[in-house]
């Protein structure tokens, strides 16, 4: 079985809850590709409500998210016992983060962008984990909203208009 129609099963068999681990597990790991997009897109076919599709799917990347989120502040320890070679890039990195951490989350979360780089940048910057989650919560479940609710009107016309 490959792994899109192993995603499909876990859908109709476990419904949001399959959602919901679909979204962890895409997000968690690099070595696992779900195709979440195009699951969430033709969810709603199977019965699904977009609505609760897309949040629990953002819920989900939120939380596979983190994993990047701690790599990189495990490297921290390493870049603060040789502080005196760190270059002055970093620090200013730092400030920066400081005080656009939350847009730059957001943003990348919501953007076809490869967020686990913004994870690692987060935790090497020890932004607030809450603050990092919430962000990273809102532009995920942001964009699988717009991607399920695409999915429901869409998909029927598209359907439609072919027959």
Known sequence: MELTSLSLFLIKTFGYLGILGA???????????????????FSTSLGLNPLAVGLLAGLGNAVGELTGYFVGLGGTTFVEERKKKTPKFYFKFL???E????????LAAFLPFPFDIVGMMSGAAKYDLK?????????????????AYAGHFVLPA??????
């Open 23 to 41: 979204g962890i597990i895409s997000s968690a790991t690099i070595f696992f590709p779900i195709p979440l997009y195009l699951i969430i897109f």
């Open 95 to 97: 400030r920066f983060f």
């Open 99 to 106: 005080n656009y951490g939350f847009i730059v989350i957001f």
């Open 131 to 147: 603050k990092f989650f919430i962000a990273t919560f809102l532009g995920k479940s942001l964009k699988c909203l717009l991607i």
């Open 158 to 163: 598209a359907l439609s208009w072919l027959s």
